[in-house]
């Protein structure tokens, strides 16, 4: 999968997460805290996303992440190994 | 040979916050309110530290026993994140205070919010091995430090302790012989790097957390046989920081083992954990203290009509985890109720926000390394007065030049 596809795969999960949330005007370099999504969703993105892509990734893996952008990279390098 | 918890009882401080009103005051945002799931937070009087909570949830329990019994407690072990001095452990004053026997070992044991279930297991592991058909005192005690005013610390973190009696005969919970699942590694979440500051990142905690409730269960299904999370389990009882990252984890972890609906978690959640948060919203987050305030949330408001597996899941910061499992019974029922633990919550002075900020401030000269200074009762009297006078329960008089705390019965 691609990176695009992957950011389109973590949109699809905070649109499910939380409906409120128009993902049309997400951009890659905000993060879930920007947006309004608490911790517990953020987890819960986050897990969709590594379900729909068949991952186990340990999830302060993605305590270091800032934004995004950062999710998208660490799935699709874990996706790629 | 049946081994675990003879007696529990908790001491939750005599005032508290309300949590709504901390984030209305503080200017938190309130949406994070409903995500905490907390309603109140316990908080300490000048002349309430970390030995007095611990001898005040010890005493009922001692008060209770022949002299035969207490002296058959050679083995005292204190829990804690918030100690008094780097060498002398917290035991040694409460050892004194509880009048128990001089031929007891009294130490005191440290990991973030896993020391209570570190205490527990090491003191469970002695009572076995023990010729003398011994008991063993476990008190996980434990302070939020006042500096941490002004943060999102703040709402959830409490002041508490528990008090278990670790014995042969295991009336409040029998656990299950090598149930036991670890998982630990070294992760810096949250931290108290100086006497006064307590730190971390929340967001890597609640992941750490999440990976280790995962692991630790599968470690524990290692061990024993035919394991099924929704089966083996009447209830369950987690480290519950606030309520909502348990309602998470639980979520989390069902998720991850079987496809299961939103409505169908939300009512497990409700009827197997929901017993176990029903102090710890009242109270707070009292770290090597918490789970076991759920536990004696749980035998209190459960329905416990027959024997009851529960699943108790162990977390400390830096970290260390467990999942492990015990039986209660209606005996641990009638047992616990003698304590009178929701009373002793119901009956604490619930504070304005200037008499909370003004605690805040009156609890900052009284913090690590004071010497030399005398307890002004006048300060607080009106909640010293109605709450703890005539009570007798411990409190701190004064601090010597030399560090040694002195206390006085109420």
Known sequence: MTKEQIFELVKNSIREMVPEINTDNVRIEQSLRDLGVNSIDRMDIVIKCMEDLNLKIPLVEFGKVKNIAGIVELLYEKSTQ | ?410
């Open chain 2, 1 to 410: 040979m049946e081994i675990g918890i003879e007696a529990i009882n908790i001491f939750a401080g005599r005032a508290f916050m309300d949590v709504r009103d901390i984030f209305k005051n503080r200017d938190l945002e309130l949406e994070r309110f409903q995500n905490l799931m907390m309603e109140k937070k316990s908080v300490g009087l000048p002349c309430e530290d970390p030995v007095t909570n611990a001898v005040n949830a010890a005493k009922p329990i001692i008060d209770n026993m022949t002299e035969a019994d207490k002296k058959s407690i050679d083995l005292l072990i204190t829990c804690s994140e918030s100690g008094v001095d780097f060498g002398k452990s917290l035991s040694t004053y409460v050892h004194d205070y509880l009048g128990l026997s001089r031929n007891c070992r009294v130490f005191e044991v440290k990991q973030a919010c896993y020391a209570g279930t570190a205490a527990l297991h090491m003191a469970c592991a002695y009572v076995r091995a023990n010729a003398f058909n011994s008991r063993a005192l476990v008190i996980a005690t434990d302070i939020a430090r006042a500096a941490a005013k002004h943060t999102y610390a703040e709402p959830s973190q409490g002041v508490g302790a528990v008090a278990m009696l670790i014995s042969r005969n295991p009336e409040v919970m029998e656990l299950d012989y090598g149930a036991n699942g670890y998982y630990s590694y070294e992760v810096m979440d949250t931290c108290r790097p100086l006497p006064e500051i307590e730190t971390g990142d929340p967001d890597l905690s609640l992941l750490s957390y999440l990976d280790c409730l995962e692991n630790s269960f599968k470690a524990y299904c290692d061990r024993v046989d035919g394991v099924d999370f929704r089966e083996s389990f009447d209830y369950l009882t987690f480290h519950t920081p606030f309520a909502g990252m348990v309602k998470g984890a639980h979520r989390k972890l069902i998720r991850s083992l079987m496809k299961v609906s939103a409505d169908e978690i939300e009512t497990d959640f409700q009827k197997r954990v929901g017993p176990s948060l029903k102090y710890c919203v009242q109270v707070g987050n009292v770290y090597s203290a918490t789970l076991y305030l759920a536990l004696a949330s749980m035998i209190d408001n459960a329905q416990i009509d027959n024997a009851k597996r529960i699943g108790l899941f162990s977390y400390g910061s830096g970290c260390c985890s467990e999942f492990y499992s015990g039986i209660v019974t209606p005996a641990s029922k009638a047992k616990t109720a003698k304590m009178d633990m929701a009373r002793h919550l119901s009956d604490r002075h619930a504070l304005s926000i200037e008499e909370y900020d003004r605690l805040l401030d009156l609890n900052m000269e009284w913090t690590f390394g004071v010497r030399d200074k005398e307890m002004n009762f006048n300060a607080f009297s009106k909640i010293y007065e109605r709450y703890m006078e005539g009570r007798k329960l411990l409190a701190l008089k004064r601090i010597g030049k030399d560090w040694h705390r002195e206390y006085i019965w109420t």
